[in-house]
Nanobody, 115 residues
Framework: QVQLVESGGGLVQAGGSLRLSCTAS????????SGWYRQTPGAQRQFVAS???????VYADSVKGRFTISKDNAKNTMVLQMNSLKPEDTALYYC?????????WGQGTQVTVSS
């Protein structure tokens, strides 16, 4: 059974940083594609960043240069380092991972950036 658990969200002032983690069980990040999405109330889930099993990363234009996605294979954890945060980054952040053709999601971690 695949389970993804996000952590690291919180309240931060604009310009600050947060580090989100996604810990997996039942799936190995190093062998699959995975990523981060975010969602605000009433809006659709929005792509933030993704990384292939080979380590190729893709970012949304809105976060390029500020966010960095990485994987810690020893801990089977995916990390989203978020720097220079803006109020518009406020959202519920979800991680996902692909396994046997199915996309699995975590339950999300809230990020709130105050101005």
């Amino acid at each position: 059974q695949v389970q993804l658990v996000e952590s690291g969200g919180g309240l931060v002032q604009a310009g600050g940083s947060l580090r989100l983690s996604c810990t997996a069980s039942g799936i190995t990040f190093s062998t699959t594609s995975s990523g981060w999405y975010r969602q605000t109330p009433g809006a659709q889930r929005q792509f933030v960043a993704s990384m292939t099993s080979g380590g190729n990363a893709v970012y949304a234009d809105s976060v390029k240069g500020r966010f960095t996605i990485s994987k810690d294979n020893a801990k089977n954890t995916m990390v989203l380092q978020m720097n220079s945060l803006k109020p518009e980054d406020t959202a519920l952040y979800y991680c996902n991972a692909l396994s046997w053709g199915k996309l699995h999601w975590g339950q999300g971690t809230q990020v709130t950036v105050s101005s």
